[in-house]
């Protein structure tokens, strides 16, 4: 799902919110023509109040995630029949939920599971799909044939179709099955993005000076290769991260992800579903929570995007 | 041409014969690892162990290896992949029914689903896209663009879930207390989940829902390519000539755009086809996705295995077909 979504947008191309600032952005770095483009982003990343915003959002998250006794002195678990789905009020902003556990609490300590699953499988599959990317697209011929093949077998599996068979044959659902499931499926779309960005500056001048110089294949893959693919690999971490915070939403949604004792987003709303009508709050508060954190990661994404592609300057 | 397509269609026989591997394993682990799946017939009482085993053998579990825990059972494997390719023997589930005819009874409601999400998507996300190309930086641009980036970043079963209540229970119920309103838009259209009675009008929403995701990104590949090609020497050409802004945007600028949004909601099947469980699960509309679901929780290995394979080979047929049309539509690609 939305996987596929921002792969598409990752590779096939450009939102183009760059077009609008571009006549100042160039101005300015014919200015500062000695700085490098990792300088140059780090400017343009800070002016712009979208990217501030998202990473404000991010961080919040994180610390609730990190820290969730710094947001609530409460616990999610204490809970009381009696105040079964108690509306919002001054001491419990978020109300109580069907169990009568305090909402805010649930919300705030529900930010972890999903942090841990989305970082946990995007760390797998940039190490993962980067290592399988840069050897397929370095060495060519018979090892690219093997790890094109095996790329293909995950990449032909829908996404969320593989997710809910692995998971429901594993039979044990929590974070760390979930996160190998959501790393197993994706790390192909990774591994695509470098390998065809390795092909293309293999062969570049500077890349036959240092082999002519004498640097052995590790030194040339990891120190003069790999670094013209850190940029898009950073833009597509950043938006999968967003896609794996839904994607474990989705999972715990369908039965098959977090089950209840624990906290989490996709819990909150599973289980409130049908409350919808009679009490909004109850699914409005998870699933803006939820909407937020995603968001931010995509606009970031697009953010880093605009300022790491020279194209857009 | 032709030698590509021989190409590619090699290149399908590892793939198609690692993922029904993979998933082979995995259901094999899991009957190891946690039993045989036909107790689950007998319920709480305990069949006698002729009976079992008789069952066992008759629903084709009784491979010993399926026993020893680890162990990948090539042999279970090759006589899988024979039946399937060989004699289009896909099993039968657990009431012995057969996985294509299965299959068969499914298909028609996710077809009909993801049909109605490919046009919807393309109509509505091709509309926005050119609306938005052709008024750069205005404010249906950016209209466009906003509330684009917040359809992609609402999970697909939080729309559902919210569409269902809002459209289906509650502004579905105004309409079916109303008496001039025809039956098939109070109890069909706006129907809360899929009827039988109304297999197509029921499905509509469902469909919607499933496009929605990926009409945002459709709507920003069309505004992209627009605006890329707005400025191209061809149509500044075209205009120059004195022919009519209809013709310009409609002929020289759209057919252009449209190759790399007709790419993308061609990929965007194999996606659609997985979202359409998450729909079909929301909406209870029996579909193949409802199919897989329940054959993974009861652990019908030649279900999940038949059903995944027809729908790997369906991805990569219409990614093939896709790659083709592309070298159709842009004369500059051409496979060799």
């Known amino acids: ?313 | 041409m032709g030698r590509y397509v021989i190409r590619r269609l090699l290149q399908f026989i590892p793939t198609v014969l690692g993922t029904m591997f993979l998933l082979h394993y995995m259901t094999s682990l899991a009957i190891q690892f946690s039993g045989n799946p036909v107790r689950a017939l007998f319920g709480d009482r305990t069949p006698p162990p002729a009976l079992l085993q008789a069952v066992t053998e008759r629903l084709g579990y009784g491979d010993p290896c399926l026993e020893q825990k680890g162990n990948p059972c090539f042999g279970l494997f090759l006589d899988r992949v024979s039946g399937v390719f060989l004699h289009f023997d896909f099993g039968i589930n657990m009431r012995r029914q057969e996985v294509t005819e299965l299959v068969a009874n499914a298909v028609p409601f996710t077809l009909k689903l993801l049909l109605i999400a490919i046009i919807f998507e393309a109509a509505v996300g091709i509309a926005a896209g050119v609306w938005a190309g052709l008024r750069g930086g205005s404010f249906a641009d950016n209209l466009v663009k906003i509330s684009t980036v917040f359809v992609i970043s609402v999970p697909i079963f939080v729309l559902g879930v919210v569409v269902r209540e809002f459209v289906g229970v509650k502004f579905g119920n105004v309409l079916r207390d109303q008496e001039w309103i025809p039956d098939v838009i109070a109890y069909g259209f706006f129907s809360p989940g899929f009827k039988p009675d109304y297999p197509f009008a029921s499905l509509l929403i469902p469909g919607m829902v499933l496009g929605s995701v990926a009409l945002a990104t459709t709507a920003r590949l069309t505004r992209t390519s627009i605006m890329e090609n707005i400025r191209a020497d061809f149509v500044r050409t075209a205009r120059a000539k004195g022919l009519a802004n209809k013709r310009v945007i409609g002929v020289h600028t759209l057919r252009n755009s449209l190759i790399p949004v007709i790419t993308y909601l061609g990929v965007d099947i194999g996606s659609a086809m997985a979202g359409a469980v998450v729909t079909e699960t929301i909406f209870n509309v029996p579909g193949i996705g409802r199919l897989v679901t329940a054959a993974a929780r009861t652990g019908e290995s030649p279900v999940i295995i038949g059903v995944v394979t027809m729908l790997v080979l369906v991805i990569l047929l219409v990614n093939l077909l896709v790659d083709l049309l592309y070298a159709v539509l842009d004369p500059r690609i051409r496979y060799e």
Not at chain 1, 267 to 281: G, K, R, T
């Open chain 1, 1 to 313: 799902m939305s996987d596929a979504t921002s792969a598409g947008t990752a590779v096939g191309g450009a939102p183009g919110s760059g077009d609008g600032r571009a006549p100042g952005e160039k101005s300015r770095s014919g200015k500062e023509r000695n700085a490098s483009l990792w300088a140059d982003a780090r400017r343009q990343l800070v002016r712009d109040p979208v990217f501030m915003i998202a990473i404000l959002y991010i961080f919040v998250v994180g610390t609730m995630a990190a820290f969730p006794k710094l947001w609530t002195s409460q616990d999610p678990r204490a809970c009381d029949t009696d105040q079964s789905r108690l509306a919002p009020s001054w001491e419990h902003p978020f109300g109580f939920n069907i169990q009568g556990c305090d909402y805010y609490s649930h919300a705030i300590y529900g930010a972890r599971p999903s942090m841990v699953i989305a970082i946990m499988a995007t760390g797998g599959i940039v190490l993962f799909g980067g290592l399988m990317g840069l050897l397929a697209g370095y060495y060519g011929g018979w090892v690219d044939g093997i790890i094109s093949r095996l790329m293909d077998i995950f990449f032909s599996l829908p996404f969320l179709l593989g997710a809910i068979v692995f998971l429901t044959l594993i039979k044990q659902q929590n974070v760390v099955t979930i996160a190998l499931v959501l790393f197993l499926l994706s790390w192909p779309t990774i591994a695509r993005i470098i390998r065809g960005s390795v092909i293309s500056s293999k062969d570049l001048d500077y890349v036959q000076a240092a082999r002519a110089v004498g640097a052995g294949n590790g030194r040339l893959m990891f120190r003069h290769i790999l670094p013209n693919a850190i940029a898009p690999m950073l833009v597509y971490a950043t938006i999968v991260l967003g896609s794996f915070v839904a994607a474990e939403a989705t999972l715990t949604f369908l039965g098959i992800g977090l089950q209840p004792p624990a906290q989490s987003w996709g819990i909150m709303i599973s289980a409130h579903d049908v409350y919808f009508l009679e009490d909004p709050w109850l699914l409005l508060f998870p699933c803006g929570l939820l909407i937020g954190t995603v968001l931010s990661f995509i606009l970031m994404g697009d953010a880093l995007r605009d300022a790491l592609d020279p194209k857009f300057r």
